[in-house]
């Protein structure tokens, strides 16, 4: 099951921009979820975790400026990027965490194409 991400695109320094992500399957609400973000020649990133006990978990980076969230109802997951910086530049993607949980249905979580966010200066 290849995850969606959508809601990337090109904002300014200090904007905003929310991004959603679909998981289908019957595990969803089971699962830790979380965003990645990978920029070309580093390793993949992790962001933020909707933890499927209700907690939340930040990296350093993104703390007190992003906002994860989860509708298990909808098999969605949420997030709001605030003051945004260039260095937040990067295509996020999501995932379980850790990546490449059981959907429940149609076989193990695989990474989609992501949703590629600009911050421009």
């Known amino acids: 099951v290849q995850l969606q991400a959508s809601g990337g695109g090109l904002v300014q320094a200090g904007g905003s921009l929310r991004l959603s992500c679909v998981a289908p399957?019957?595990?969803?609400?089971?699962?830790?979820m979380a965003w990645y973000r990978q920029t070309p020649g580093k390793q993949r990133e992790l962001v933020a975790t909707?933890?499927?006990?209700?907690?939340?978990n930040y990296a350093d980076s993104v703390k007190g400026r992003f906002t994860i969230s989860r509708d298990s109802a909808k098999n969605m997951v949420y997030l709001l990027m605030s003051s945004l910086k260039p260095e937040d530049t990067a295509v996020y993607h999501c995932?379980?965490?850790?990546?490449?949980?059981?959907?429940?249905?149609?076989?193990?979580?695989?990474w989609g194409q992501g949703t590629l966010v600009t911050v421009s200066s």
């Open positions: 995932n379980t965490s850790p990546p490449g949980g059981h959907s429940g249905t149609g076989g193990f979580y695989r």
């Open positions: 399957g019957s595990t969803f609400s089971s699962y830790d």
């Open positions: 909707s933890r499927s006990t209700g907690r939340t």
